[in-house]
C-alpha cells in the first residue's frame, strides 16, 4: 500500500506492505485522512533519528508516520466485540494503546504505561491495524476530515482541564497553529473572558478573532507584554497556553501571568532548552506551572466536543499523498492552521 | 424615598426614609433597577414571617426586600477608599457583607459567616447604603439593567463551579426561568455537550433554545425521563441542575443522571420537602449531590462574565416601580425569564 | 479443590472443580487467606439470589464466594509478562477486571466497566485463577493474613480520596466494622481532628480509640448528635462517612455533618431503602452527599498503604476453612473487626 | 518596650514605644514567645533594606521585625467583638490584615490582598497591637510556646494543601529545618509512604526519623538522586517539597520527582535566582511545579492541626531577648530546629 514515510531525510510515498489482523482483538482501518502534527516536524528533522535505529530501523528503510487519522473499518477481529464495530463503520482513532497491566495504568495514569505501543503503523498510509481500544467510531454524519482532528483535541482538552479553568478566567494563547487554535475554541467553551492570541502571522490573527479570540496580538511588531497588561487591567492572566514553541514566547508567557495563575508549556521546544525560572517572582506570583503529555481517557469527551469546534480553517488545507512534499511545505510555512492528507481518492 | 416593600400580605410601593451613610466605610448608591428573585416569592407567600417578627417588624410595618440590583454611586464615605468609587460611578452589588473575622471566614468558608448582614435595606427601592465591600464598579458602558444580573449570575457560576463541569460534558437543566436561563448559558459556555432543558412552557423552550440549548423536553407532554436517556444513548447526564422547585423535577433529575454524575439542587423547595434518596440505586450509580448557598469569592469573575452572558430575555420585562403589583403578578405567570423594576425615571 | 460456596441458603465447604489457566494473559494463585465482607453477608442473605438465577445458578448448584483474598502464584500463563510474576510470588488481587475498551473504560471510569468480570471464581476457595491485571505482588516479608486486606483498604482509601480531607479536617465515622475501622485509620493518616467513631459495642469502641479515634460516642446509651456537637463546638463535622448500614445512622450522621461539610455513605443498605433528604436544610448546609462504587486505579497506593495501617485486629480471627459457618457466625455477632478464613493449613 | 530590632547590619534589643490600641476592631497582646523564621534572616541579611527605606526608614531606625508569636489577650477594642475575645485569653495570631475588598479579596485570593498589611509591629517585641481579624484565641490548656508556631503550620499545611496527597503518595522533603520539620509531620498526617527527607546535618538527619521520616538522606555524603530512584524503585516521589533554601537542593529535587508529580519550592532563594527548567524532561515527566506565597483561609485548621503536631524539637531552643544575637547564630549555626525568644520572664 501507499504510505507517508520518513526516509531520513525527507519524506517520501512508498510502497510499504499492506497491514493485516494478527490478533484476534484488532480491527482494520481504511484510511480517510491523515493530518500533520508539529512533532512530525521534529521527527522530519531527524531528532528522533536515534530512536529509530534503537527500535531497529537500518538505514534506507521507510519509518511510517502520522498519529492523527480517521477511516473506515474493513475487517475486525472475532474477539474485538465490546465496541460493536462492523466493517463500513467510520472511525477515528487514539495512537497510543496502553497495557492495562502495569503500575501507571492500575494507577489511573495511563499516560505513562510502562508497555504503550505508540508507533506500530504510521497513520499516513492506506491502512492500519490498530487494537479495538483505539478505535472510536463516530456518527454516521460526521464528516471524516473533521473526525480527524479528535487526537489533537483529545490532547488540547487534556491541557484546558489540567488548567482549571471557570467561567471567567482570563486567558491567553501564545501561538496560532493546529494546537493553538484548538486551545482557543476550548478556552472559549470553557467561559474564557479576555480571550487573548499572541501570533506574529496576521493571517492566523484573523483566524483567530474568527474563531472568538476578543484580542490579538502581534509580539514582532509591539510590546507583547505591555499589550497583555494593558488588555487585563494590569492583573494578568489567570491562564496561559504555550503552544508557539518559540523560546522567547516562554518568556513573554511567564510575564503575562496573573498573581496565582497557570502556565502551561504545550509546544515541544528544542531538545535541551531550560526555561529560566526566576524563583523569587515565582514566590510571590504563586503560579503554577505545568505540562501535558499524552491524552488519556479523553476520548469519549473528545468525540462528544467534536461538535463543539470550528474545524473549518483546519480541513481546508488538503494534499494528495503523492503530493506530501508540498504537504509538509505548506505546513512549514507557517500559515496553514493545519495540513491534511486526503486518501479518499484513488 | 419610594421603596417596594413587602406588607404581609402584598408588597406595595411605599414612602420610607431615605438611608443615609452612617460609617465611614459607606457608600450610597441610587438604584437603577432592581429585579426580582424566585426567592422573592417565598417572602411574600409568607415564608419568612417568622424570622421578620423575631428581627423586629411589627405587623403593619413595611418591609424593603430586594437583593437584585444595578446604580449609580452618588456618595462615599470617607474611608471608603479601596476600590477607587467616587459619585457617578456605575455599580451593581452583592447584598451580603461578610465580616472577615468569624471561624467561617477565616476558614475560606464566607458563605457561612456567622455576622452576615443581608437584608439591611432592599433592593427595590431608590436608594441603598452599602458596605465598601458590597459594591462593585462596572464598565462605563455597561448598561445598568444587564448589571442588575451580576447577583443571580455570581450564584449560577457558584453552582457551575461546584460541578466540576469539563468540555464535553453532558449537562442536563430543570426549569426555565432566570436561574435556569443563566445556568443553561453558563453550562455552554463550559463546554456541555447535549445540553437540554427540561421545562413545560413552550415560549421558556423556544428562549431556552435560542440561548444555546441543543435539546428541549416538555416535561407535561412526554416521558422526560425516557427522552433524555434517549438524548443519551441511555448514558444519562454528567452534570443535572434542579432549578425549578417542583418535587416531580427532582426524582426526574436524578433518574436522568449518568453514573459518576452530579446533581445539583438550585431552587428553594417548599419547607420541609425531603427528597427520598434510594441508597441502592445511589451506590452503584456512584452520584454526587449537593447544593448551593450564596456566592462568596464570585463577584469579581461574575463581572467579568457579564460580557460573556445574553441578556436580553432578562431586561425585556421592566415595571415602574408604582406597578409593582403587576411585576410581581407577571413573575408568577411564570412566562418572563426575568421581571425588573426600573427607578431610572421619575 | 475445596471452597466455601453459598448455597441459597447457608454455606458450606464444598468440592468444586479446580480452576486452570485458559488464557495466556492469566495467573493462577493457591489463596493463603480470604476474609468475609459485609456485602458476603447481603449474598448469603438472599439478596442477590435474582442475580445468579438470570447468570445461570440452578438450584442446589454451589455459588463460589469472597472477593478478598492473597496467597502465591502456582502458574504464569505465556502472555502474563507485564509484571515479571513467577511462581512462589506472594501476591493479593483485585476482583473486578476491567475491559479497557469500553465508554466507562476510556473515559476514565473503569468502575463503571459495561464488561467488568466481578466473580468468576470466589476467593473462598483453595484456587483462583485470574488475569493478570488483577494480580498484584506484594513485598516478599510481608505477612500474606495482611496482604488479604488489600482490597478492602482500597475501597475505603477512594472513599476517603473523594471527601477531599485535609490536614485539620474533622472527621467522624459511623460504624466500627471493618470498614469502619480501616476508614478511622485512614482519616488519621489524612490529618483528621476530632477523630470520632459512633459505635454501639463497647469492644468495637475501645479498638477503636486504640486505633487512633479521639472520641466514641456510643449511640444506643447517649444523643449520639448532641455529643457529636459538643465535641465539635457546635460546628459540627466537615466529613462524616456511614460504615454501620443502620438506618437510623444515616440520620445522625446528617445532622452532625458541618456547613459545607461531605457525607459519604459507605455501607450497603437494605433494599429499597431511601434516605430523605430534607431540601431546605441541604440548601443552607450547603453539603455534599456521595456513595463510593469500587476502587478503581487505586491499587498500586493501597498496597503502599498497607504498611501504613495497623492490621492486628483485622488478622486475630481466624477460622478453618471447615468451619465456615462458625466463621460467619462470628462475623454476624458483630464482635469482630474481621473474620478471615486460613487456607494454608493442609 | 523592649522589641528586637534589626538595625541594619545586626538585631538589638531596642526600647520603643509601647503600641497602644488605635481603632475600635483592634486587640492588643502581651507577647509570650516569638519565633526566628529563616525569611528573617534574608531581612538581617539587608535583602530588603530598600523595602525599608521605601516605606520610610530613616538610617538609625531601629525596624521592629518577627511574624511569629504568641501571647495574652491585654486590651480588646469596643468593636473587636466577633471572636468574643477577653484580657486574659490565650491567643496565637496571623501577621497579615487583609482588606477585604479588593479585588483579590472578592475574588478568594487574601494572599495577593492590595491592600495587605503585613508589618506594623514585629513580633519579637513586648505588644504588638493587631485588627481582630488577626487574633486566633487557643484552648486554655495549649501551651504558648506550641502556640507560637501556628503560622508556619498555617504556611507548611497551604504547601500540602496545594501538593494535593493523598494516602499512599510517595513524599520527599528537602530541608531539615522549622519548615521542612513541619512539612515532614504534614507529610506523614496526609498519610505519605517512603517518607524521605534530605538533609545534610546529622542532626537533623536523627530527628526527622523521631518525628516520622521512613528515610533520610545525607545529599553531601552519597548520590542524592540515586539513593531516591532507590527507595522509590525507580518511579521517584509523587510530591517533593524543597525547603533547604539551596540551589543544588532544587535539581535534586527535580531529578527524584515521579512522573506526574509535584514540586513545590517551598524557601526563599537568593534574589534572581532562576532555576533551569528543562522543558524536553518536564514534557515527558508531566510534572506540576508550584510554589506557596501566604497562608489565607487556614488558620482554623493550623489551630486544630497543632494537635497534631509533635513540637518538642521546635520550643527546645529558647532565648532571652536580651540574647537575641545568640539566638540569631544559634538560628544561622543551621543546628536547631527552631529558635524561639521568650518574653515571659521579667
Known sequence: MKSICYMRPGVELIDIPEPEIAKPTQVKVKVAYASICGSNIHTIKGEADDHFEEVGYREGMPIPIGHEASGTVVAVGSEATVKGLKAGDKVTYYYNFYCGKCYFCRNGQEQFCLNVVSDSCGAMGEYMVLEEQQVFKVRDDMPLDKACLAEPLSVCMRGIDLAELRVGSKVAISGG??????????????????????????????????????????????????????????????????????????????????????????????????????????????????????SPYMFPRAIAALDLINTDMFICNKFKPEDCMQGFDAHLSGKPVKVMFDFTTD
Open 177 to 294: 497553529g493546529g494546537v493553538g487554535m484548538l486551545l482557543l475554541q476550548l478556552a472559549k467553551l470553557s467561559g474564557a473572558s479576555l480571550l487573548t492570541v499572541i501570533e506574529p502571522v496576521e493571517e492566523k490573527r484573523q483566524i483567530a478573532l474568527s474563531l472568538g479570540a476578543a484580542f490579538v496580538i502581534d509580539p514582532f511588531s509591539c510590546d507583547a507584554v505591555g499589550e497583555a497588561m494593558r488588555i487585563t487591567g494590569g492583573l494578568g492572566y489567570d491562564a496561559v497556553f504555550e503552544a508557539s514553541g518559540a523560546k522567547a514566547a516562554c518568556t513573554t508567557c511567564y510575564k503575562i501571568l496573573s498573581r496565582g495563575g497557570f502556565l502551561e508549556f504545550f509546544a515541544i521546544y528544542e531538545p535541551g532548552f531550560e526555561f529560566p525560572l526566576d524563583l523569587s517572582d515565582m514566590w510571590k506570583r504563586e503560579a503554577t506551572v505545568r505540562t501535558v503529555f499524552q
